[in-house]
């Protein structure tokens, strides 16, 4: 069973500048989660996908960051503009049910300079 | 007060001991209890589960659960320098939809 795609792995940018992340997560998995993980911390829950609806996003800062899921499968999110304090590690997770055991992707990292 | 506590570390024993992972959390309807290790440089991969009070064994493993007091605890026998990574205790809440991570504990494993 192939694991939770994501795509880039590593990525560099400019603050104010423009990024988008992409994740194809497990086969048959209905609930798709997107994470930050800064440096020494847990991962912090963005958005969270049941199919392609929205089941939460209250800590996604949705001035500059934006997700979305169309047909229930694959899902990008996207940072716009960027600030230095996004840098990170995001995390795509899946789950086959809403509260289920999560598999998480490799993760992209984020350098904002 | 934050929705999951840990104890960040890091956490040093020796090859061959137990170590003692903790966790605490508010939300007391939470439903179901994970820990998850992450190595440093690599994503979160579960460890084990428990929705039920008590002990949950699996191999070197042990859940403990104790909804009253709202603490979760991992126990790991053994313990082996393969184990040094951090773990990572992760809660669903009341309503069944919301995943809560602790900012895990660095368990280091000398050999």
């Known amino acids: 069973e192939a694991g939770v795609a994501q795509s880039p792995r590593y990525k560099i940018i400019e603050k104010r500048q423009s990024v988008a992340f992409w994740c194809n997560p497990i086969?048959?998995?209905?609930?798709l989660y997107w994470y930050q993980q800064i440096l020494g911390q847990g991962p912090k829950l963005l958005i969270q996908?049941?199919?392609?609806?929205?089941?939460?996003d209250s800590q996604l800062p949705k001035d500059r960051f934006s997700a979305e899921r169309l047909k229930g499968v694959d899902s990008t999110l996207k940072i716009q503009p960027a600030k230095l304090e996004d840098s990170a590690v995001y995390l795509c997770?899946?789950?086959?049910?809403?509260?289920?055991?999560?598999?998480f992707g490799p993760g992209t990292r984020l350098t904002v300079l | 007060q934050k929705e999951v506590e840990q104890n960040s570390g890091p956490l040093s024993v020796p090859e061959g001991a137990i170590a003692s992972l903790n966790c605490t959390y508010s939300?007391?309807?939470?439903?179901?209890f994970f820990w998850y290790r992450q190595y440093s440089g690599k994503s979160p991969e579960l460890i084990m589960f428990?929705?039920?009070?008590g002990d949950k064994e699996d191999g070197r493993f042990t859940a403990q659960l104790n909804k009253a007091s709202q603490y979760v605890s991992l126990l790991i026998r053994d313990s082996q320098p393969s184990d040094s990574a951090t773990y990572l205790c992760?809660?669903?809440?009341?309503?069944?939809?919301?995943?809560?991570f602790g900012a895990g504990t660095r368990l280091f494993v000398k050999a």
């Open positions: 997770a899946s789950s086959l049910l809403l509260g289920d055991t999560q598999y």
């Open positions: 086969s048959g998995h209905a609930t």
């Open positions: 996908f049941q199919n392609n609806g929205v089941v939460d």
């Open positions: 939300d007391r309807g939470s439903q179901s």
């Open positions: 428990i929705y039920s009070n």
């Open positions: 992760a809660v669903l809440n009341t309503g069944g939809f919301k995943t809560i």
